[in-house]
């Protein structure tokens, strides 16, 4: 199918929808999603956003950044999934249950604005990976018109870059708690050092990463593009050492880089 005709369905359902709560991170699928709607809806599309030890502040900031931009009304909310029974354990599952307290949490805002309709940015790419948080979407009748429509995730940078949308080229993210390998705990102060950890990578410029929590080693995952700015001996020793100072005992380069899902791996 043709973007621009998968481009018009999208548009055709979310109107046929009539009104959407977006559960929104600031990702490319999720900004692109609540743009499109507002573009459609207006006041009738809005998005909502779960703050939690999980989310770091700096891709919440952003959220709030280019929501403005587009102008759709922004509600904020608080979400622990620390307090979640089951998931500090983090179970295979997981996600599963993050994702069922957010759309709940997210239902209630939509029923309090009479608003008919929760919806996610899930695309069609995410069908081919493991994705347990789907699970609770189905059971909660939460939509995804992305994954509707099958767009994929090149289609939504594509269409974002012709909405100008400053999410087009963003790098993938996905919630801290992805660090971290299966039955792993997920404390509070584990969380707090990879997101320094990542954070520190970052305002070196790097832009395609994790900071992967195994124990007291962490290991680095670089998109393949950054390797060889990366491998430099004198700022490899800087990089050690500060994130020896966050709290690591060791710390790796993973030479296969960047991947999506990496810890999935091991299922």
Known sequence: MMLQQKFQNLKEYIKDLGSLAIAYSGGVDSTFLIKVAYDVLGEKAVAVTARSSTYPEREFREAVDYIKTIGAKHI????????????????????????????????????????????????????????????????LKVVSPLKHVELTKEDIRNLSKDLDLPTWDKPAFACLSSRFPYGHEITIEKLSMVDRAENFLMDLGFRQLRVRHHGELARIEIGEKEFQKFLQPSLVKKIAKELKAIGFTYVCFDMEGYRTGSMNETL
Do not use: H, W
Not at 80 to 92: K, W, Y
Not at 116 to 123: M, Q, R, T
């Open 76 to 139: 904020v909310i608080e979400s622990e999934e620390l307090d979640i029974e089951g998931f500090s354990t983090n179970p295979v599952n997981r996600c599963y249950y993050c994702k069922k307290e957010l759309f709940q949490k997210v239902q209630e805002v939509a029923k309090k604005l009479n608003i008919e309709f929760v919806a996610d940015g899930s695309n069609q790419d995410d069908l081919k990976d493991y994705r347990p948080g789907m699970e609770a979407a189905k059971e």
